[in-house]
């Protein structure tokens, strides 16, 4: 299409140039023609001569336009173009050849700058060829796929008579196993037969039994109902022996001197006794003291060198010291001969009715009495340490209380007290209540804590006597004898006369 394009627009060009030349010869001719005849003619033939060059200059500028479409000379831009049409007489043939020739180059596309019908046609055949090379690729493409089709379409194929011989060999191979299946079942629906007559031969066995087993543990039953009984009653009683060691008198008031204000014991460096512990004073009459009240208290301030049994005690309390005898018992839940308790703080520890918790001050009178506090759960707080059998007493202090609305801190720690109580109550830990053991820990003083103990206070010197207590003529001083009442030859000798 566009070679006929191409020779349509040449035909154009050469009948154009033609009918151009044959005007200008013909021109030239008459010029000649009539130069000889008249000036007015001559006039005229110079008139025609400059119509005929005005013909010829649009007919070179059609040429030049027709040349810059065909892509023959100079090539010329878009401005160039549009300023040669406006020096042409437009008629339908060019105008129509223009049109064409402005809907072929839109072709190339706007970006295009040299816009002819020779580029148009280069571009159409490197775009051809283009094509061509992709059809030969696609093809050669379409060849290879053909061509592992056919391969894959083998491979499926002998795969599906593999498959399909396999099934067939299956469906043998089933025919077989059902027949063997039929003849398994027949045989175990016998074997069943056999079972179920055995089965009902023993259960009328073991119905006999069960009824025999059964009156057996009816009878156990009712023995196992006596000896629970009896284990409560031996429970009761380990409760009560293992608390002995803790509530029972633990030394004596061997002397009362100074009028009462100074007092000895028979504990001392073999007991593993120091300085600082409170003891509470009862009766002589008293072997128990879970439920005594202390009539008086006292605090070693030395132990006795030379006596293994001797600690020299002040007295703490605010009643008068006459109430103090000697004979009297002495006791204290924090000290124990040879060893320390071990305690358990559970809640608030509020000694002196201000709403704070005072646990620094239980612990560290209780370390002062040779105690140590090996758990701890403070109020809204976490457990520190671990319960085991090892401790003796679970101190509780105020019950867990809600004030509005519970948070998630309170419910944990309700919680925490709980599991708590509940494991010390299966390892067999005593619970003593705040108030109750800071009747037997607490000295009369309001600054009566100090870390090593009131005993360590400059005060305490003033309670040191001269001469020891016994010596006196005539008799021995109960403190230098021996717990049996004997007399402590190793103290005696030195010290009496």
Not at 353 to 364: L, N
Not at 378 to 401: A, H, N, Q, T
Request: overall charge neutral; proline content about 2%.
């Amino acid at each position: 299409m566009a070679r006929d394009r191409n020779v349509y627009v040449w035909q154009a060009y050469v009948t154009v140039m033609s009918i151009v030349s044959l005007a200008c010869l013909g021109a030239m001719a008459f010029v000649i023609f009539q130069s000889g005849t008249n000036s007015k003619t001559v006039e005229g033939a110079i008139d025609r001569e400059q119509k005929a060059q005005t013909a010829l200059r649009e007919e070179n500028s059609r040429r030049q336009l027709l040349e810059s479409m065909l892509g023959v000379g100079v090539p010329i831009n878009e401005a160039g173009f549009n300023q040669l049409l406006t020096q042409i007489t437009a008629d339908e043939q060019l105008n129509s050849a223009v049109k064409t020739y402005t809907n072929n180059m839109a072709l190339l596309g706007p970006a295009a700058t040299d816009r002819n019908y020779t580029k148009l046609v280069s571009t159409l055949m490197s775009e051809l060829r283009a094509r061509n090379q992709q059809v030969e690729s696609s093809q050669r493409r379409e060849l290879t796929l053909k061509d592992e089709f056919d391969s894959k379409l083998l491979q499926e194929t002998k795969a599906r008579e593999s498959a399909k011989q396999e099934s067939l060999d299956l469906s043998n191979l089933r025919d077989k196993e059902l027949v063997k299946y039929t003849e398994d079942i027949k045989s175990q629906r016998d074997e069943i037969d056999k079972i179920e007559l055995e089965k009902r031969n023993l259960l009328q066995v073991a119905s006999k039994q069960k009824q025999e087993v059964m009156t057996k543990l009816e009878q156990s039953q009712l023995e196992v109902e006596k000896l629970k009984g009896r284990l409560d009653a031996v429970v009761r009683k380990l409760d009560e022996i293992q608390g002995e060691d803790f509530q029972y008198v633990q030394g004596k008031i061997t002397e009362v001197s100074h009028g009462g204000d100074v007092v000895y014991i028979n504990l001392g460096r073999a007991d593993g006794l120091r300085p600082g512990v409170i003891f509470g004073v009862v009766g002589s009459d008293v072997s128990r003291v879970a439920d005594a009240r202390p009539k008086a208290k006292i605090e070693v301030v030395e132990i006795i060198s030379g006596a293994e049994h001797l600690a020299r005690c002040k007295v703490l309390s605010d009643r008068a010291p006459t109430t103090i005898l000697r004979g009297d018992s002495i006791y204290s839940p924090a000290w124990q001969p040879g060893r320390k308790v071990e305690f358990a703080l559970v809640g608030k520890m509020d000694i002196d009715g201000d709403g704070k918790d005072d646990r620094e001050t239980v612990k560290a009178l209780i370390e002062q009495n040779g105690g140590e506090v090996k758990v701890d759960l403070p109020p809204g707080g976490k457990i520190s340490g671990k319960l085991s059998e090892k401790i003796r007493w679970m101190v509780m202090g105020e019950d867990f209380k809600v004030r509005g609305e519970m948070t998630s801190v309170d419910t944990a720690s309700a919680k925490d007290r709980s599991v708590l109580e509940s494991e010390a109550k299966s390892l067999g830990i005593s619970r003593i209540n705040l108030d109750k053991l800071m009747g037997w820990l607490r000295g009369s003083g309001v600054n009566e804590v100090s870390p090593l103990g009131t005993a360590m206070k400059s005060s305490v010197m003033d309670f040191r006597t001269n001469t020891r207590p016994g010596d006196q003529t005539g008799r021995v001083s109960e403190i230098f004898q021996n717990r049996d009442g004997r007399m402590n030859k190793n103290a005696a000798p030195s010290d009496a006369k």
